[in-house]
Every structure is written in C-alpha cells, then in structure tokens.
C-alpha cells in the first residue's frame, strides 16, 4: 500500500545510518514490519481477487498466507514464503531483543538472523514492485488492444484505475485511503502550480471511478483539508468535456473546484467568489501577456487563441457562480458576461489592438489579487 511509504522510507534511513549489527536491528524489524502489513498484504488480496478467491473475512496475516499456500500460482507462493505472523506479532508488539552473546536478533523467543530478516523484508519489497509494475504493462497493453471487460468492474480494480489516473495527471500521492464512496489522499505541500495539477488528477480520477462522492486532501499538518464533492466535479467535468484532447481544460475547470472546496473548508462564500475572480482574471491576463508578441505581429491565430481563452475562463465563473448563489455568485455572473461582451465586441478587431485589451481583467486583477488559497502557505495565489 502506499500508506506504507514513509514508513518504509523511515526505516531503510534508520537502518543505513545505524553503526552496529545491533542498533540495525530495530529499523529492519520496522522495515520488514511495515512491508508485511501494508504492500504484501495489500498485494495479496489484490492477486486472490484476481484469481476469482475470496479474500479471508479475518484478513490477518496468517489467514492471508493459508490462502496464498493454496493456490498453485508462483506469485501466491513466492509472497507466502515471505508473510511471517511469528515475526510480524513479535514485532509489532515488542517481543523482540538483541542477543549479545550470538550477536542475532530474537524475535518472539527464537534468534533470527538480521540478514535473513533484511533480506526477506526486501525481497518482499520487490516482489510487491515486479506486481506493480506487471499491472502498470497490462494496462498499458489493455488499453492498446482495444478491449473492455464485459463485467462490472470491483472495488479493487476502480482503485488501481484511479491511482493510474492521478499518477499519469503527475500528483504526487504520499498516502491514499478509500472509505466506500469517500477517497482520502494525502500529497506534498501545494503551490498554486501544483494545485492545479491535484485538480486535474482528480477530475481525471474521477472519471475512472465515478462512485467517487467526496474526495479529502491532506498536506501538511498546518494547512486546512481540501475536500471536493460530486457538486464541485460535476461542474467541473461539464467544462472539462470535449477538451481533454484539444486543450488542457484545468484553467476553466479549476474554478468551480475552488469554490467548492473553499466552500468546504469553511471560507465565506464572499471570500471564495474573491479568490475566483482573482484566479480567473489572473489566467485572462497571463493569456494576454502570454501572446503579445503575436498579437502585435498581427497574427489571426493569436487573437482567435485568446478569445477562445477568456471565453472559456467566462464559463468556468459562471460554473463557479453557480455553485455560491447570491450575492456573492452575482459578482462573478457580472464578471463573466462583461469580459464575454469584451470578446464580443473584440471579434471585429485588428489582432494588434489586442494586445492592450481586456481591461475588465485588468480591474478585477487590481482589485481581488492577491488570492486567499487557504491550503498554500503563505496564504496568496496569483
């Protein structure tokens, strides 16, 4: 499992920087307790379930290997041969010790080499990875086939189609839980770069998994949750659609998404209509700036790109609008259809007019930047 990271990670420092056998010991008894209980089990049941087994209803660890121990698959096998519960219960509840005098580890009241103890802990690690990197080609070769499961996808698999989702939209993810409709994540510290790309990782999935109600991001421990719901990604997808392959739809789609999780996490509607208007002037401008080369060369293209832009961005306000109600959603109603009525007008212009144009931007610029985005620290978007 990927909750099993950190700790993973914790133990292997611990054990390179200890400078005897003996003080080894404790970090490789966590790393090989950490590997057991999270990516073997989890590993596990993921291939029983595969194999068309019921996972064992008690789902401890000794129960887990009887059912490995049963089937003929060497995947089965080779993870039985790593699951060892005298080990892992002598770990987990402290029964284990240094033996000076044979210079060994005893776990549960039996010695245990501290090689053989690393050595099946990390071979456990990487039987783990060679499954996860088997299901990572086999999608990759699903998809290119063409071929679709006839058969109502289980939780198992929506979960890996999921995590496939938000590792190709690039969110790194430090720790996921799934609580029947509701998926906790917990991610690096947010910029508001890399804010957009987790909303974009969770509209992309979002759609593998559409049973998804409420999604929960945790950071660092200061900074508040953010949480969607269907309201916030429902809104979004309708502006995300028919864009996936022509553009990247997170600059429109991202404003709704706002305002639903700063909704959530107690912001004031007024203040989140703020912080979208920031936002979505921000983006209008930076288009703006962003091809005012062209534009001054006169260039057709630039002056259709940027249009269709501030369009877009007026879409995503009224989304987003919708979502707070008044009086706060007026202001962004307004907003949108004056910069709407700016393209409008502008439709008949020289490109290089252009380049000195969506003064309404502008003014919301001047007047809402900088944005409150209560999961940043410090506290300012654009």
């Not at 099993?4 to 400078?19: D, V």
Request: with cysteine; charged share 25%.
């Amino acid at each position: 499992m990927l909750s099993a990271y950190r700790g993973q990670t914790s133990a292997w420092e611990g054990y390179l920087r200890a400078t005897s056998d003996e003080k080894q010991m404790r970090p490789v008894a966590d790393l090989y307790k950490v590997v057991v209980e999270g990516d073997v089990k989890w590993t596990a049941a993921v291939v029983l379930d595969l194999l068309g087994r019921a996972i064992p209803a008690a789902h401890t660890l000794a129960a887990v290997r009887d059912s490995l121990n049963a089937e003929a698959h060497p995947l089965c096998l080779t993870l039985a041969s790593v699951i060892r519960p005298e080990w892992r219960n002598a770990i987990a509840h402290e029964d284990y010790h240094w033996d000076p005098m044979h210079s060994t580890p005893v776990l549960g009241g039996r010695p245990v080499s501290l090689d053989e103890l690393l050595h099946t802990a990390r071979t456990a690690r990487t039987v783990c990875q060679g499954f996860e990197h088997g299901v990572a080609v086999a999608y990759a070769q699903h998809a290119q086939a063409g071929h679709h499961d006839e058969q109502e996808p289980n939780e198992v698999t929506r979960t890996l189609e999921m995590l496939q989702a938000i590792g190709e939209a690039g969110q790194p993810v430090l720790d996921v839980q799934r609580q029947g409709t509701c998926m906790r994540l917990e991610v690096p510290e947010l910029s508001i770069e890399t804010l957009r790309t987790l909303f974009r990782a969770l509209l992309r999935a979002s759609l593998a998994d559409e049973s998804i109600a409420r999604w929960e991001v945790r950071q660092n421990a200061d900074r508040p949750m953010l949480y969607v719901d269907q309201t916030g990604v429902q809104a979004a997808l309708r502006l995300a659609e028919d864009l996936w392959e022509a553009a990247d739809p997170l600059p429109f789609a991202e404003l709704p998404l706002l305002a639903n999780a700063m909704v959530n996490s107690g912001e004031t509607h007024e203040v989140a209509a703020r912080t979208v208007l920031a936002i979505a002037a921000a983006h209008a401008v930076g288009e703006r700036n962003r091809l005012a080369a062209e534009l001054a060369c006169g260039r057709p293209g630039a002056k259709h790109e940027l249009l269709c832009t501030v369009r877009r961005i007026c879409h995503g306000t009224e989304e987003a609008s919708r979502l707070l109600g008044d009086p706060a959603g007026r202001k962004l109603i307004t907003f949108a259809r004056v910069l709407a009525g700016e393209c409008q007008r502008l439709e008949s212009a020289a490109p290089r007019s252009l380049v000195h144009e969506m003064a309404p931007a502008d003014r919301a610029l001047t007047r809402y930047a900088p944005a409150h985005v209560p999961w940043i620290k410090p506290s300012v978007g654009v």
